[in-house]
């Protein structure tokens, strides 16, 4: 009777996407070396590698149609070739001439003779680039691509041709060609992704399918259709964003049971009375929305968007009220040692009059806040209700619940009264145990622990990355969170990168404050603008004068404040100026600053340490040199450090302005003080990560979304997912 065997098991097949690049036609080792420098490892990574512009090769340029500073295709044989080289061999200029029949173009590449032996007299060439002068006709650092004989006609010339980015080694014909065969092979293994929520179709709402689109991306017909299938890539991207932002926030929903911070008003009535200011109607449209969530049955995630100057801190100050008022200890995170002392001091100021103890927490001063942020003495059973069960068996200690506020939580000022009024009114109505405690990014040490810990607030939240902002968070028990920036967030950034926050402005500024008007001027009106300067500070004014980093560099002509200050100092003479940077020690910067606040210094010289939270009214002049370095929001945020009096300030901006970009964004700034306009302009001109810096360690990876242009899509994204989660249960 013959054996019986059992059949060998079969592995499972391996997604064709997942194969290694080397299984494309012409990939080697050495060319699996290049294509990885370009993050590209398997066939999925090639198909995906998107191209970074377009040539139309259906039809050339003619050379003598060139035009000054218009990029160009054109197409011709090298009639000559040669290096240059200058001050004793230590320069050179590589420089071919191109020549169609029609004209010749020059060709040259300043500091790379080696481009000599990639090039011979003979060759057929195809160049791209920007013509910088046509007498003679020159292009400097152009990019090239030889014609070889028996090229592909449909690959390589008479249609509208794919620019990759690429890497030494790897010429683009190559690359092109390498694309083509992998699409030939494995384009049909390209499918859409699970759920389908891009309606696919040739109806005027339908997209291309994600094969279609892929194949359409590399080899498109024409310009429109290249960019049509790059926006149906960009959509399955910020799909699977939504879905991860909107799953997020849902897990937040059913897991997390909400701690009861509503409050009564019994300390932010008399606090309001002592701070002698009636709230604006946006602060108290913002403070009902906080109000509402502090008291509903989710933890609050809210981010706070207000302009430079527009009351923040005082809206955080009455949520922290809120959540003080239930025994809830509160902790406010800032970027900088000097906005977190700042902070201190304002909430100092506030608190403790009603009792409220207050800490600082910094790398500075660490020791004795350690045990301060601890909750005083433990809750009794004179504070509690009976206790509930939480999951884990642990009796919750929740304060007893406190009285509805009969005007339904409103919050309104209730007129000018006074630091002993206020503490009369909250006599013994603090509970023990509740406290705030202001940081850096001390607080998310390990070191760092908190009791009771019912509301975080992270201010200035775009200095921080959400890695750091949940490490806060995590030091409690599902807190409240409140971000607050007064670098307002375009609706596209704001919708991917706080897309599980919902979203508070304030759009209204305070009364009382004074214009700003903001110049524009060239480093040669410097006497003229040092001049005016010292006419407001014998007028008893104080300014600012800020430099873009700390000390001189040899690669560029940008000011350092170390050198600036020593000029700027005789040039104030008799007048006191203060020295201030991120370099000096903790307590050099506080006496600096304190000084500053004081009126004893009348001008402080910084570099941007400045740009958030300092508050000083009578400063009415912000002279900022080598305005050129700053992006449009840094600008305005440096801005908004004058003008919080009701003296009329002056931003003046010094800056060499050599290129058209510089020029926009400095125009731009001039002509409004509205930060949201500017936020949408400074987001167009210069990218999200420019705009929020690397600290943003929240921003998405995005091979074909474009945030900057991509508005529309990312709402269409982001109401198909809320669509399809609404249908499903919450548990």
């Given amino acids: 009777m013959p054996e019986l065997r059992t059949p060998p098991e079969t592995a499972p097949p391996v997604p064709p996407l997942t194969l290694p690049v080397t299984v494309v036609s012409g990939v080697g080792p050495d060319r699996a070396a290049m294509l990885q420098r370009l993050g590209i490892r398997t066939v999925g990574d090639l198909l995906l590698h998107g191209p970074r512009r377009y040539e139309d090769r ?121 694309v083509w065969r992998a699409l030939e092979r494995f384009g049909a293994a390209v499918t859409d992704p699970e759920p389908v929520l891009v309606p696919v179709g040739s109806a005027p709402d339908g997209w291309p399918g994600r094969s279609e689109a892929v194949r359409t991306l590399h080899f498109p017909e024409n310009l429109e259709a290249a960019e049509r299938a790059r926006g149906r890539l960009a959509l399955d991207e910020f799909v699977a964003l939504q879905f991860e932002i909107q799953r997020r926030r849902r897990n937040l929903e059913r897991n997390a049971i909400a701690l009861p911070c509503g409050g009564d008003n019994r ?163 603090v509970p023990s145990c509740a406290r705030l405690t202001v940081g850096t990014h001390a607080l998310i040490q390990p070191d760092a622990n908190f009791e009771r810990l019912g509301l975080v607030v992270i201010d200035e939240q775009h200095k921080f990355g959400v890695a750091q902002r949940e490490a806060l968070v995590r030091k409690g028990r599902y807190p409240h969170l409140l971000v607050m920036t007064a670098t307002p967030i375009p609706r ?80 104030m003479a008799p007048h006191v100026v203060g020295l201030l940077h991120g370099q000096l020690r903790p307590e050099e910067k506080d006496a600096v600053m304190s000084a500053f606040r004081s009126g004893a210094v009348q001008v402080l010289v910084a570099t941007t340490v400045i740009e958030v939270g300092v508050d000083v009214p009578n400063a009415t002049v912000m002279v900022i040199e080598n305005a050129e370095q700053f992006g449009l929001a840094q600008l305005h945020q440096l801005r908004g450090r004058v003008g919080r009096g009701g003296h009329e300030s002056h931003c003046i901006l010094v800056a060499d302005q050599k290129t058209e970009a510089a020029q926009e964004r400095l125009k731009v700034l001039a002509a409004t003080t509205d930060g949201f306009a500017l936020a949408e302009a400074d987001l167009r001109l210069r990218g999200p990560g420019e705009l929020l810096g690397k600290a943003q360690s929240g921003l998405p990876s995005l091979r074909f979304g474009d945030l900057r242009g991509d508005r529309v899509l990312v709402e269409k994204a982001r109401a198909w997912v809320k669509s399809c989660l609404s249908s499903q249960p919450l548990n």
């Fill in 492 to 571: 596209t950034l704001g919708l991917t990168l706080y897309g599980d926050l919902d979203v508070s402005v304030i759009d209204q500024s305070p009364a009382g404050r004074g214009r700003i008007r903001t110049h524009v001027r060239t480093p040669d009106a410097l006497p003229k603008v040092w001049e005016f300067l010292r006419r407001e500070l014998t007028a008893g004014r104080q300014a600012y004068v800020v430099y873009a980093r700390v000390d001189e560099s040899e690669h560029d002509d940008v000011k350092a404040v170390t050198k600036e200050f020593v000029r700027v100092k005789a040039a």
């Fill in 58 to 178: 259906r039809a050339f340029a003619a050379m003598r149609e060139l035009q000054l500073g218009v990029g160009a295709v054109v197409r011709g044989h090298i009639v000559a070739s040669g290096v240059k080289w200058f001050r004793g061999r230590t320069r050179s200029v590589y420089e071919f001439i191109l020549d169609d029949g029609t004209a010749r173009l020059h060709c040259r590449w300043w500091n790379l003779p080696f481009l000599e032996r990639m090039f011979a007299v003979g060759d057929d060439l195809m160049v791209f680039g920007k013509p910088n002068s046509l007498r003679p006709r020159t292009m400097d650092h152009p990019e090239t691509e030889r014609v070889e004989a028996g090229d592909e006609a449909p690959v390589h010339l008479n249609r509208v041709v794919p620019i990759y980015p690429s890497t030494e080694g790897l010429t683009q014909r190559v690359l092109r060609g390498l």
């Fill in 267 to 429: 300390l932010i009535k008399p606090f309001l009375a002592a701070v002698g200011f009636k709230l604006t109607g946006a602060q108290t449209h913002v403070l009902r929305e906080i109000r509402a969530d502090l008291a509903g049955p989710v933890p609050m995630r809210r981010l706070l968007q207000g302009d430079v100057g527009s009351g923040k801190t005082l809206v955080a100050a009455c949520a922290a009220l809120m959540a003080l008022e239930n025994g809830w200890n509160v902790a406010v995170m800032a970027p900088t040692e000097i906005l977190a002392g700042q902070l201190a001091d304002n909430f100092r100021r506030w608190f403790e009059p009603l009792g409220i103890p207050v800490d600082l927490r910094t790398s500075a001063q660490r020791g004795p806040a350690v045990s301060n942020m601890k909750a005083g003495p433990r809750l009794t059973d004179a504070h509690l209700d009976t206790a509930p069960i939480d999951a884990t068996g642990t009796a919750r200690t929740e304060p007893r619940p406190t009285k509805k506020d009969p005007t339904g939580g409103l919050i309104e000022s209730v007129g000018r009264g006074s630091a002993r009024a206020a503490r009369e009114a909250v006599a013994g109505a």
